[in-house]
């Protein structure tokens, strides 16, 4: 089998599942950034804006690029208000013109990927549906730090995960230990000085040109710098006691660049959220104001990076998750890992975004525009959710459908969990 990888996550993850699966075959890589260097070392590379200089393309591909959300396009039109240039449609069908003579010429059988909506790997999908080639997708697993998600088809709300409740009411749940799969003090440093070498390379890759010119996301070492030092030193500024004896809606929230946010969900970004949110809650009758209390966090990627305004009477805190979730009346969320852990609690969680667990008698399918009738059903208990599916669903993701293991630290096991499910599935 040869394989092709995209961009991996910032691990040798995707590298080690390729030579796993490849047998005999080869594998190569498209270098997109010079950082990725560090994690597909014992590949054959292939620098894209170098093959890319003066090829091909096909006029045709444009519409496909057009009809096609990816985070960059996403961030242009939420972010910046613009849609892509003249010259990134042209950068991007000639893209798709190299990827389709690549994967024909070198006979790739399976495209490896991290995340679907990086623009390169969101037009690598339809050119693989086009070619009836193979593809996974890996991300962050849903039960940290014991599984990572590696899907046939995509992740959170483009992933296979069925929104048919009776394949998880039929389920006979499994009760099995998952194995603990967290770093050691040794491991995350080598982890951490692995990454710090990525944005160093990143940066030179910048000075010479080595890199696309079309980036899914900025890697400012300033950011990560001033991220390092705000999980070190754990400042406490925002922090407020919670009564746990006062009710109160939880709201957790996400990073800003999040696929999540600019792809699904109609919020440009936190702030909007921020401020949608509170419209909301200060829009519900004042018997209800006065007895629930609204509650955020912030994403713990931003405590240091943005500074979000918030109204003077909603409260946001430092305390751990878990515990606010535990005490948490409902669970507002976009789309969140926290608001699935919040479902296995049996917690009332109302998903604004498009998340795969937004399946009717799990959480609340809500929207924009019946938020505040909905808060109103839940708390009338006019709106339910029906427990024992929840915990059916919980365990059918657990054991069938998560891959065990973690994206940083993995074993033989979980490689040839892997490649049994690729060779089962096509």
Not at 130 to 155: A, M, N
């Amino acid at each position: 089998m040869n394989v092709l990888i995209l961009e991996p996550n910032y691990s040798f993850f995707e590298k080690d599942i390729a030579q796993y699966i490849s047998s005999n075959g080869k594998v190569y890589s498209l270098i997109f950034n010079l950082g990725f260097l560090i994690y597909l070392h014992k590949t054959q590379n292939f620098f894209i804006h170098h093959h890319l200089k003066g090829y091909h393309y096909d006029e045709k591909d444009q519409e496909l690029i057009l009809i096609t959300k990816t985070l960059l396009t996403e961030q242009l039109r939420k972010r910046i208000k613009r849609d892509l240039t003249d010259d990134q449609i042209i950068y991007q069908m000639k893209y798709l013109s190299f990827l389709r003579d690549f994967l024909t010429q070198k006979q790739i059988d399976c495209v490896l990927m991290h995340n679907d909506l990086r623009w390169q790997h969101a037009l690598a999908i339809a050119i693989c549906k086009e070619l009836g080639i193979k593809y996974l997708v890996t991300e962050f697993g849903i039960f940290r730090p014991s599984t990572i998600t590696v899907d046939r088809r995509g992740v959170n709300a483009y992933s296979s995960i069925s929104k048919d409740t009776g394949i998880y009411d039929m389920y006979v749940p499994r009760h099995l230990p998952l194995k603990d799969y967290s770093l050691s003090k040794w491991k995350e440093t080598i982890i951490n000085s692995l990454f710090g070498g990525f944005l160093i390379l990143n940066s030179l890759g910048h000075l010479l040109s080595i890199n696309t010119p079309l980036q899914n996301q900025k890697y400012e070492p300033l950011n990560y710098l001033k991220l390092w030092l705000s999980q070190l030193f754990k400042p406490k500024r925002f922090s407020l006691d919670i009564n746990i004896d006062q009710e109160y809606f939880f709201v957790p929230l996400q990073v800003n660049t999040d696929t999540q946010i600019l792809i699904h969900s109609d919020f440009r970004d936190m702030q909007e959220f921020i401020e949608y949110v509170e419209k909301i809650y200060f829009s519900l009758p004042q018997e209800i104001q006065d007895k629930f209390k609204l509650v955020f966090k912030i994403h713990p990627m931003e405590n240091s990076i943005y500074q979000y305004r918030f109204d003077n009477k909603s409260i946001v805190s430092y305390a751990d998750t878990k515990a606010l979730l535990v005490h948490a009346s409902l669970v507002i969320t976009i789309n969140s890992t926290v608001g699935f852990e919040a479902l296995a609690l049996h917690k009332k969680v109302l998903p604004l975004g498009n998340a795969f667990y937004k399946i009717n008698g799990i959480s609340i399918c809500t929207t924009k525009e019946s938020l505040v009738n909905d808060i109103i059903s839940v708390l009338n208990g006019k709106i339910d959710i029906d427990t024992n599916l929840i915990d059916k669903f919980v365990a059918y993701l657990k054991y069938e459908y998560q891959i065990h293991g973690s994206v940083y630290n993995y074993d033989e096991n979980t490689l040839s969990e892997i490649k049994d499910r690729i060779n089962a599935r096509y």
